[in-house]
């Protein structure tokens, strides 16, 4: 877990006042499961077994079938992002990105986005990057990564799209403030280093 602002758009299982409903298509039934637990017992072992009742109900009751795995992150991902909008679950792929990000140096083109209202925006290219010396800019939002429109994608589908070796090309094209068309940027990837610190010495001795 970690508390970044990352406004994510991952697919989860809904878990909705204690209830989750579900429609089979096979014919005309549904099935809703209530909150079987006593408002008075609210220990953790009754939340879990509340929890495995809907996830049985789920995996055989749905028209489709079921990744486990996957919908138990879905939970893990919603119960996490319940604390406050600065909270969220990572998986072992994200926490990777999150790693490089932070802790070292990763091939792509150096912006710092964030997700707002299902679209990707630029917080910031990073000095001296690839992003910053083609003119993008803060505020811009990323409308497409290639031939792929990325509104309402999963923020790290999108960044993974972006990284990449270094020396190839990706191509941008973002929606700016002001200006009527698309605006295309043609970028090549190089190694980003993320810099924990910056500094410079003022006047009178003061860094």
């Given at each position: 877990?970690?508390?970044?602002?990352?406004?994510?758009?991952?697919g989860?299982?809904?878990?909705?006042g204690?209830?989750?409903?579900?429609?089979?298509?096979?014919?005309?039934?549904?099935?809703?499961?209530?909150?079987?637990a006593?408002a008075?017992?609210?220990?953790?072992?009754?939340?879990?077994?509340?929890?495995?009742?809907?996830?049985?109900?789920?995996?055989?009751?749905?028209?489709?079938?079921?990744?486990?795995?996957?919908l138990?992150t879905?939970?893990?991902?919603?119960?996490?992002?319940?604390?406050?909008p600065?909270?969220?679950?990572?998986?072992?792929?994200?926490?990777?990105?999150?790693?490089?990000?932070?802790?070292?140096?990763?091939?792509?083109?150096?912006?710092?986005?964030?997700?707002?209202?299902?679209?990707l925006?630029?917080?910031?290219?990073i000095?001296?990057?690839?992003?910053?010396?083609?003119?993008?800019?803060?505020?811009?939002?990323?409308?497409?990564?290639?031939?792929?429109?990325v509104?309402?994608?999963?923020?790290?589908?999108?960044?993974?799209?972006?990284?990449?070796?270094?020396?190839?090309?990706?191509?941008?094209?973002?929606?700016r403030?002001?200006?009527?068309?698309?605006?295309?940027?043609?970028?090549?990837?190089?190694?980003?280093?993320v810099a924990?610190?910056?500094?410079?010495?003022l006047?009178?001795?003061?860094?």
């Amino acid at each position: 877990m970690s508390s970044l602002v990352r406004t994510l758009g991952f697919g989860a299982l809904a878990f909705a006042g204690g209830a989750c409903a579900t429609a089979v298509t096979g014919g005309a039934q549904s099935h809703s499961f209530a909150n079987a637990a006593n408002a008075s017992d609210e220990s953790p072992q009754a939340l879990l077994q509340q929890l495995g009742r809907v996830l049985v109900e789920v995996e055989t009751n749905y028209v489709d079938p079921i990744d486990r795995r996957k919908l138990l992150t879905g939970a893990i991902k919603g119960m996490v992002a319940e604390l406050d909008p600065h909270s969220s679950y990572m998986g072992p792929e994200e926490y990777r990105l999150f790693q490089s990000d932070t802790e070292g140096a990763f091939g792509g083109v150096g912006i710092e986005v964030d997700g707002r209202n299902e679209m990707l925006t630029v917080i910031a290219p990073i000095e001296g990057s690839p992003a910053e010396r083609a003119g993008v800019k803060s505020g811009d939002r990323i409308v497409r990564v290639e031939d792929e429109y990325v509104q309402g994608q999963p923020l790290d589908k999108v960044v993974k799209r972006m990284r990449g070796m270094p020396g190839t090309h990706v191509h941008l094209w973002v929606k700016r403030e002001g200006v009527k068309d698309l605006v295309k940027f043609d970028l090549v990837r190089e190694v980003i280093r993320v810099a924990a610190v910056t500094s410079r010495l003022l006047a009178g001795g003061v860094a």
